[in-house]
């Protein structure tokens, strides 16, 4: 093959934990009857509350065929690549196992909210007389995704960085720019079984931004933006699927990617890593009716002439083009994208 997938998961394969039934469908055309993949997938998605391998077999579970975690790509799989991080104390936010997450993507210090809140109980008194004995100076703030209590990671958040790791101390203007934040995953919102999208990581982020905005006058400023829709996630997605093209043996070099999304995403910033220039000569998007996206209410994907009118829902650092809001192909769902794509490629399994 000479084209590959890239499958998002939330509103492509799944609603919440509701398989959407037209994914093992799809799947059985893309695997033999041995369950080897006929072509390079990837699954790319922006959650980052798990480990990729209990990923890997939920979605075997999911779908019916053997899913490997070489080919799952968490929002914070970009993280093994920033090795500068790894012996340096990170403090980091979310949901899951966060502590195995961190070590698995090579941090050697992780420290968790829940940590943090509890060897300082006081400091939502504001308690400026102890020093803490928690966290060191060369610290960095990692945020995987959105937490469970937001009110307390906010306060600590805003603590470590206000007072440059030491979050017993008084807050000092002085500390800007501030310690390093690196993110992942900045949806605004995504779909799950509720009948309106929910709030994502991204709502998280936009409080973190406009409080300490609001305190201090100044721009929060990110080291990394990682997770869709950045570009540093396509290439390291591209990464993923020329390994697998490599362990097979497929010599005919990869000209073609298709990214299966709920709604449209476009590439934003990206970052200088460790990753080969990318090979592939294009990325289409295909975008599946099973998500956010809804073909049958009123302007529910403006023109490229109308968008500049409507609000953009991306991260505030992310530069807008109007011309990445549509989308390639528009299909009713996965199963009919995988038909889509065979025939665009001339494929026949």
């Not at 779908?63 to 090795?83: A, E, N, T, Y």
């Not at 961190?102 to 992780?110: R, S």
């Not at 011309?323 to 769902?333: C, K, Q």
Request: with cysteine; glycine share 6%.
């Amino acid at each position: 093959p000479s084209f590959g997938f890239l499958f998002d998961i939330d509103g492509v394969l799944v609603r919440g934990r509701t398989p959407i039934p037209a994914a093992r469908a799809a799947f059985r055309k893309l695997v033999t009857p041995q369950g080897q993949f006929l072509v390079p997938v990837v699954f790319v998605t922006n959650a980052g509350n798990c480990l990729r391998q209990k990923k890997a077999e939920q979605l075997s579970h999911l779908l019916g065929v053997p899913i490997s975690q070489d080919q799952v790509m968490m929002s914070h799989s970009p993280l093994r690549m920033f090795k500068r991080y790894h012996k340096k104390c990170v403090l980091v936010s979310g949901q899951g196992p966060l502590l195995d997450i961190a070590q698995d993507l090579g941090f050697c210090q992780p420290i968790t909210i829940d940590t943090l809140r509890e060897k300082r109980p006081l400091l939502d008194a504001v308690d400026h007389d102890r020093r803490p004995h928690v966290l060191v100076s060369e610290i960095s703030v990692v945020l995987f995704g959105e937490p469970v209590r937001w009110e307390t990671s906010l306060q600590l958040i805003i603590d470590v960085l206000l007072t440059s790791g030491y979050p017993g101390n008084p807050y000092g203007q002085e500390n800007y720019p501030h310690i390093p934040v690196l993110a992942c995953n900045m949806d605004l919102m995504w779909v799950a079984e509720a009948q309106s999208p929910r709030f994502g990581h991204g709502t998280f982020m936009v409080c973190l931004e406009n409080i300490y905005k609001k305190i201090t006058g100044k721009e929060l400023k990110y080291e990394v933006l990682m997770g869709k829709p950045s570009r540093l996630t396509y290439q390291y997605a591209e990464h993923l699927i020329r390994a697998q093209a490599l362990q097979r043996s497929w010599e005919q070099p990869i000209q073609t990617l298709y990214a299966l999304a709920p709604a449209g995403t476009a590439p934003g910033p990206g970052w200088d890593t460790e990753l080969a220039p990318a090979a592939a000569a294009r990325c289409r998007s295909v975008l599946v009716c099973t998500g956010v996206y809804d073909p049958q209410s009123e302007g529910a994907l403006p023109s490229r002439d109308s968008v500049a009118e409507n609000v953009f829902h991306g991260h505030r650092d992310f530069s807008f083009d109007p011309a990445l809001v549509e989308p390639d192909h528009i299909v009713p769902d996965v199963d009919a994208a995988v038909d889509l794509v065979f025939q665009l490629e001339n494929f026949a399994p």
